[in-house]
């Protein structure tokens, strides 16, 4: 059986190496040699590492009452000398160095696997992060199967590992490691079921068909996208229940599909607005966030002499969560005097509103004439074009020639002219269709496809492209994060839902302030946000600059395909399959992290639930369990034996153990009263306990330690019940079919 298991193990390890590419990171300058180690060791593929750490955590698994005691420091170590060579062990003035560096390598690590897609180059912070899974895997897995006697909970273990590798690789089936692995597993569960000349068990055969369904299934399987999507992990997204967190810089996409029906907060307004949550002013590539500061002033957001309606609103915090407050552009005043108000004139609270929490909002909302949007010019300020024009070194050729395609075709005279253009293209003249079904497996490349072949989208992708565009353009714009008008459930009450979420742009022009435009088809401004500078109506097939893509047909299809605004929200919210957004790469640091963490923590806390129901007999399984994870594998499992009775099961663990043998005896007395005498005493079973761990509680600390998060007692409690719950089966089985040939006769 041996055999099989190693095997099986090494390559469950091996198959990490699918989650890296071929090439070295180029970051070479350290400063301990270079990352000559890393090349030789990975030989420019990261199998070796990880086939490495699989047999590093296959011995470390193997080494019976020591396998715990060693995983930590032997783990550690190979990931220090399989990533940097051998540390500065005579050197002590440079351990401090030493441990910079491993620290910087993480953090640029997690940055890395933060904005890129999976595969990732051969980073040094990646391997300090992953190597460390595989050894606890492969430690966990071999360690039981041999000592624990659950093969079948090892075999499931890796399989369910290689299922997610192959989900977030986008490698269905994780090409030849799976094959190989599913025969190393069938061997070994053949092994571990067979029984003398009759061969394997049918509990053997049933776990090997579940295993490879299980690792066929996981990349298929419906909640993959919501759960492992190619996107960032992100900790606000909106879920189907509990209380949503809204956050400016939460993909909107999750509202739009996961959380499409919850209701967020209520709006009382005698005018239906966008409301405004804040603003995104710096794009990397894959995401925009907001790196405004109160202090700095980036220009005028309303210059004096424009036109201005003022609104009030009062807001109901419902089923969310959030530190920001909501209202319509531009919010010069609120009822909160804890609230902070930030240079794009949004605010924030230090702690978030809770649900049924409200606050009332006075928003100043910018009129100007079309007149003087024209004669803006574009005499930007220092800090609005340092800022507001930025665009990062990966920007894809096509946001440049699709601002060259708009110039040449609408040849806009101002900078307003151009912002209506891009509107106008995006909108109607691009061949571009709403649609929130859509995938961008790659979230750096999504601005490219979208832009490209895809041209389908939501109000993320479109927003995005528009700011771009303009930036481009030398035109300043930000991308701006809120919501819809919502539903009228009264009158000027408005009722907001996680399908309200939306974006739209705003664009800089000087002595007017920062505007408004909504680029997503099916969506318009509200009369007041625009009353004296309308958005074109649809425009009629134009020759300006040439052909316009087929503009008659293409406006045709629209006209018959997009709904009004009002009712898009309504289908948006029937629409219950759609799958959630696309614009995130799932980094796998937070895994590597939580998954050791979780599985170290997940045995004492499972420990403290069994016993925490407080029955006698929860109370005679939590201190035999305690003394059984105390000693090794082999002692404890002669303790195991149905001939033995309470008493002398729990005498025979503390003497091997080493424990004070009187509150163990009278432990063991007060529970054979309760089994076996009508007087017995619960009370007294409790009382006897807590004297029994008094005596336990007098063992070092680093035998309990290790006894905490050992987990045979759980597992020969699982293996118990597995083999019950079997018997029961078959008794039952066995009575209905003597009932069925005695009523045959």
Not at 273 to 291: C, I, K, P, Q, Y
Not at 530 to 541: G, K
Not at 610 to 635: Q, S
Not at 703 to 712: C, E, F, H, I, M
């Given at each position: 059986m041996?055999y099989?298991?190693?095997?099986?193990?090494?390559?469950a390890?091996?198959?990490f190496?699918?989650?890296f590419?071929g090439?070295?990171?180029?970051?070479?300058?350290t400063?301990?040699?270079?990352l000559?180690?890393?090349?030789?060791?990975?030989?420019?593929?990261a199998?070796?590492?990880?086939?490495?750490?699989?047999?590093?955590?296959?011995?470390?698994?193997?080494a019976?009452?020591?396998r715990f005691?060693?995983?930590?420091?032997v783990?550690?170590?190979?990931?220090?000398l399989?990533?940097y060579?051998?540390p500065?062990v005579f050197?002590?003035?440079?351990?401090?160095?030493f441990g910079?560096?491993?620290?910087?390598?993480v953090?640029?690590?997690?940055n890395?696997?933060?904005a890129?897609?999976v595969?990732?180059?051969?980073?040094?912070?990646?391997?300090?992060?992953?190597l460390?899974?595989?050894v606890?895997?492969?430690t966990?897995?071999?360690?039981?199967?041999l000592?624990?006697?659950?093969?079948v909970l090892?075999?499931?273990v890796?399989?369910?590992?290689?299922g997610?590798?192959s989900t977030?690789s986008f490698?269905d089936?994780a090409g030849p490691?799976f094959?190989?692995?599913l025969?190393?597993?069938?061997?070994?569960l053949l092994a571990a079921?067979?029984?003398g000349?009759?061969?394997p068990g049918?509990a053997?055969?049933?776990?090997?068909?579940?295993?490879?369904a299980l690792a066929l299934?996981v990349?298929?399987l419906p909640?993959n996208?919501a759960t492992i999507?190619?996107?960032m992990?992100?900790?606000t997204?909106?879920?189907?229940?509990g209380?949503s967190?809204?956050?400016v810089?939460?993909?909107?996409g999750?509202?739009l599909?996961?959380g499409r029906?919850?209701e967020?907060?209520?709006?009382?307004s005698p005018?239906?607005?966008?409301?405004r949550?804040?603003?995104?002013?710096?794009?990397d590539?894959?995401r925009?966030?907001?790196t405004?500061t109160?202090a700095?002033?980036?220009?005028?957001?309303?210059?004096?002499?424009?036109p201005s309606?003022i609104?009030?609103?009062?807001v109901?915090?419902l089923?969310?969560?959030?530190?920001v407050l909501?209202?319509?552009?531009?919010?010069?005043?609120?009822?909160r005097?804890?609230a902070t108000?930030h240079?794009?004139?949004s605010?924030?609270?230090?702690?978030?509103?809770e649900?049924g929490?409200?606050?009332?909002?006075i928003?100043?909302i910018p009129?100007?004439?079309?007149?003087?949007?024209?004669?803006?010019g574009?005499s930007?300020p220092?800090?609005?074009?340092?800022?507001?024009l930025?665009?990062p070194?990966s920007t894809?050729g096509?946001?440049?020639?699709?601002a060259?395609?708009?110039?040449?075709?609408?040849?806009?005279?101002t900078p307003?002219?151009t912002?209506?253009?891009?509107?106008?293209?995006?909108i109607?003249?691009?061949?571009?269709?709403y649609?929130?079904d859509v995938?961008y497996?790659?979230a750096?490349?999504?601005?490219?496809e979208f832009?490209g072949?895809?041209k389908?989208g939501f109000?993320?992708?479109?927003?995005?492209s528009?700011a771009l565009i303009?930036r481009d353009?030398?035109i300043p714009?930000?991308?701006?994060?809120?919501?819809?008008s919502?539903e009228?459930?009264?009158?000027d009450?408005?009722v907001v839902?996680?399908?309200n979420?939306?974006?739209?742009?705003?664009?800089?022009f000087?002595?007017v302030?920062?505007?408004?435009?909504?680029p997503?088809p099916?969506?318009s401004?509200?009369?007041?946000?625009e009353a004296?500078a309308?958005?074109?109506?649809i425009?009629?097939?134009s020759t300006?600059?040439?052909p316009?893509e087929n503009?008659l047909d293409?406006r045709?299809?629209?006209n018959?395909?997009?709904p009004a605004p009002?009712?898009?929200?309504?289908?948006a919210?029937?629409?219950?399959?759609?799958?959630?957004?696309?614009e995130?790469q799932?980094?796998?640091w937070?895994?590597?992290v939580?998954?050791?963490?979780?599985?170290?923590a997940a045995v004492?806390?499972s420990?403290r639930a069994l016993a925490?129901?407080g029955?006698p007999?929860?109370?005679?399984?939590?201190?035999?369990g305690r003394?059984?994870?105390?000693?090794?594998?082999?002692t404890?499992?002669?303790a195991?034996s149905?001939?033995l009775t309470?008493t002398?099961?729990?005498?025979?663990?503390s003497?091997a153990?080493?424990v004070e043998?009187?509150?163990m005896?009278?432990?063991?007395?007060?529970?054979s009263d309760?089994?076996y005498s009508a007087?017995?005493?619960?009370?007294?079973?409790?009382a006897?306990?807590?004297?029994?761990?008094g005596?336990?509680?007098r063992?070092?600390?680093w035998?309990?330690t290790?006894?905490?998060v050992n987990?045979?007692s759980l597992?020969?409690?699982?293996?118990?019940?597995v083999a019950s719950?079997?018997?029961?089966?078959?008794?039952a089985?066995?009575?209905?079919i003597r009932?069925?040939?005695?009523r045959?006769?």
């Amino acid at each position: 059986m041996r055999y099989w298991l190693y095997a099986a193990v090494l390559v469950a390890g091996s198959a990490f190496s699918i989650l890296f590419t071929g090439d070295l990171y180029t970051e070479t300058n350290t400063g301990f040699g270079d990352l000559s180690v890393v090349s030789i060791i990975a030989g420019n593929r990261a199998f070796l590492p990880m086939l490495f750490a699989a047999a590093v955590g296959a011995l470390i698994g193997s080494a019976g009452r020591w396998r715990f005691v060693l995983l930590v420091p032997v783990g550690a170590l190979y990931t220090i000398l399989a990533v940097y060579g051998v540390p500065p062990v005579f050197s002590p003035g440079e351990w401090r160095q030493f441990g910079y560096r491993i620290g910087n390598d993480v953090i640029d690590a997690a940055n890395i696997m933060y904005a890129e897609p999976v595969p990732y180059d051969l980073a040094p912070g990646i391997f300090v992060m992953v190597l460390p899974a595989v050894v606890i895997l492969a430690t966990f897995a071999t360690s039981a199967a041999l000592y624990e006697g659950t093969p079948v909970l090892s075999v499931a273990v890796m399989g369910l590992t290689i299922g997610v590798l192959s989900t977030v690789s986008f490698e269905d089936g994780a090409g030849p490691f799976f094959a190989a692995f599913l025969a190393c597993a069938v061997g070994l569960l053949l092994a571990a079921g067979s029984v003398g000349q009759e061969g394997p068990g049918r509990a053997a055969l049933v776990a090997g068909a579940a295993v490879v369904a299980l690792a066929l299934l996981v990349p298929r399987l419906p909640f993959n996208d919501a759960t492992i999507s190619p996107g960032m992990i992100d900790w606000t997204r909106i879920g189907t229940g509990g209380t949503s967190r809204l956050d400016v810089q939460a993909d909107v996409g999750d509202y739009l599909a996961a959380g499409r029906d919850a209701e967020l907060f209520t709006v009382r307004s005698p005018e239906p607005l966008l409301w405004r949550g804040g603003t995104l002013d710096s794009f990397d590539g894959v995401r925009w966030s907001d790196t405004t500061t109160p202090a700095e002033d980036y220009g005028a957001e309303l210059a004096p002499g424009v036109p201005s309606r003022i609104v009030e609103q009062d807001v109901e915090v419902l089923n969310a969560e959030t530190d920001v407050l909501f209202g319509g552009y531009r919010m010069v005043d609120t009822d909160r005097f804890d609230a902070t108000r930030h240079s794009d004139s949004s605010w924030t609270l230090d702690e978030p509103f809770e649900e049924g929490d409200s606050y009332e909002v006075i928003s100043q909302i910018p009129q100007p004439t079309e007149g003087q949007l024209q004669a803006a010019g574009t005499s930007y300020p220092s800090s609005v074009e340092r800022k507001f024009l930025q665009l990062p070194d990966s920007t894809p050729g096509v946001v440049a020639e699709t601002a060259d395609r708009i110039e040449e075709r609408y040849d806009p005279g101002t900078p307003y002219d151009t912002a209506r253009a891009v509107e106008r293209y995006l909108i109607y003249d691009g061949g571009f269709i709403y649609n929130l079904d859509v995938s961008y497996r790659r979230a750096d490349k999504a601005v490219e496809e979208f832009l490209g072949d895809s041209k389908e989208g939501f109000c993320t992708q479109f927003s995005t492209s528009m700011a771009l565009i303009l930036r481009d353009m030398d035109i300043p714009s930000r991308v701006v994060y809120g919501a819809t008008s919502g539903e009228e459930v009264d009158e000027d009450e408005y009722v907001v839902t996680g399908s309200n979420m939306h974006t739209w742009v705003e664009v800089y022009f000087p002595g007017v302030g920062w505007y408004p435009f909504n680029p997503t088809p099916g969506f318009s401004m509200p009369s007041t946000m625009e009353a004296n500078a309308r958005r074109p109506s649809i425009p009629v097939p134009s020759t300006i600059g040439g052909p316009t893509e087929n503009n008659l047909d293409l406006r045709q299809r629209l006209n018959e395909q997009r709904p009004a605004p009002e009712q898009q929200q309504q289908d948006a919210r029937q629409d219950r399959n759609t799958a959630p957004s696309e614009e995130r790469q799932a980094p796998l640091w937070p895994l590597f992290v939580a998954l050791p963490v979780l599985l170290v923590a997940a045995v004492p806390l499972s420990k403290r639930a069994l016993a925490a129901r407080g029955r006698p007999e929860d109370l005679y399984g939590d201190l035999t369990g305690r003394l059984r994870d105390v000693l090794p594998p082999n002692t404890a499992a002669v303790a195991d034996s149905p001939a033995l009775t309470p008493t002398e099961r729990v005498l025979l663990l503390s003497g091997a153990a080493g424990v004070e043998e009187g509150p163990m005896g009278g432990f063991a007395r007060a529970y054979s009263d309760h089994l076996y005498s009508a007087s017995g005493d619960a009370d007294a079973v409790a009382a006897a306990h807590r004297r029994a761990l008094g005596a336990y509680g007098r063992l070092p600390l680093w035998k309990r330690t290790l006894a905490a998060v050992n987990p045979s007692s759980l597992l020969a409690r699982m293996g118990k019940n597995v083999a019950s719950g079997r018997a029961r089966a078959g008794k039952a089985v066995r009575g209905r079919i003597r009932a069925l040939l005695r009523r045959g006769r």
